[in-house]
């Protein structure tokens, strides 16, 4: 059972634009919300994460939105650049950050 | 600080073989994970070491793959014998706290291919 579900599977922005990609989740019971950047032949990193007792959060052009009634959460990337081209992932767990379960990825492309 | 290291980064095998992979996360860290990401999915965990000891192994295929984490600090994942389901890159992580509250921290992986 898919526990996490992301979209859009891809996403091409041109320069400067804003790319945003959403996420929603099944188990009530998640608590951590985080997002990696995936680059080819390199493993996930941690990008941005959100607790469910806030609604957005925002580290330089990245911003979380949460909304915990809908059980959804978005990336927002502003003034999106071609060096943010890589595969973004959504994920979820229990315990901040234990045993993530992790959306189907998107890959993202930014046009110069 | 080094990162999570893993080898060897690239493995081709013939399906009935076995295979195993080496990780050494990050010194300090006590929880160490393993992931499988086939090509075009997210990762999903295979185990969970908390030290040298099993957190959580549920979603490992225990008929042919094996973990150890021997003195709580280096670990190996073995195949055996491979599948070609199993062609995927094999992901090691490594985290401060139980819990990750921190982040994980990814390897670079090791990517799998089963002929």
């Known amino acids: 059972q898919q526990q996490v579900k992301q979209s859009p599977q891809s996403l091409i922005v041109q320069k400067g634009g804003i790319s945003i990609i959403n996420c929603a989740y099944e188990n009530t019971a998640f608590d951590y919300f985080p997002w990696y950047q995936q680059f080819p032949g390199k493993g996930p990193a941690l990008l941005i994460a959100?607790?469910?007792?806030?609604s957005e959060k925002k580290e330089g052009r990245f911003t979380i939105s949460f909304n915990k009634s809908a059980k959804q959460f978005s990336l927002h990337i502003m003034d999106s650049q071609p060096g943010d081209s890589a595969t973004y992932f959504c994920?979820?767990?229990?315990?901040?950050?234990?045993?993530?379960?992790f959306g189907g990825g998107t890959r993202l492309m930014v046009k110069p | 600080e080094a990162g999570v290291a893993q080898s060897p980064r690239y493995k081709i095998i013939e399906k009935r073989q076995s295979v195993a992979f080496w990780c050494n996360p990050i010194s300090g860290h006590a929880t160490l994970y393993w992931y499988q990401q086939i090509l075009g999915q997210g990762p999903k965990l295979l185990i969970q070491?908390?030290?040298?000891?099993?957190?959580?192994d549920s979603q490992l295929p225990k008929d042919r793959f094996s973990a150890e984490r021997l003195k709580g600090v280096d670990s190996t994942l073995k195949i055996q014998p491979a599948k070609l389901e199993d062609s995927a890159v094999y992901l090691c992580?490594?985290?401060?706290?139980?819990?990750?509250?921190?982040?994980?921290?990814f390897g670079s992986g090791t990517r799998l291919t089963v002929v």
């Open positions: 994920a979820a767990s229990i315990d901040a950050g234990n045993m993530l379960t």
């Open positions: 992580a490594s985290s401060l706290f139980h819990g990750g509250r921190y982040g994980y921290t």
């Open positions: 070491f908390q030290n040298n000891g099993v957190v959580d």
């Open positions: 959100i607790r469910p007792d806030v």
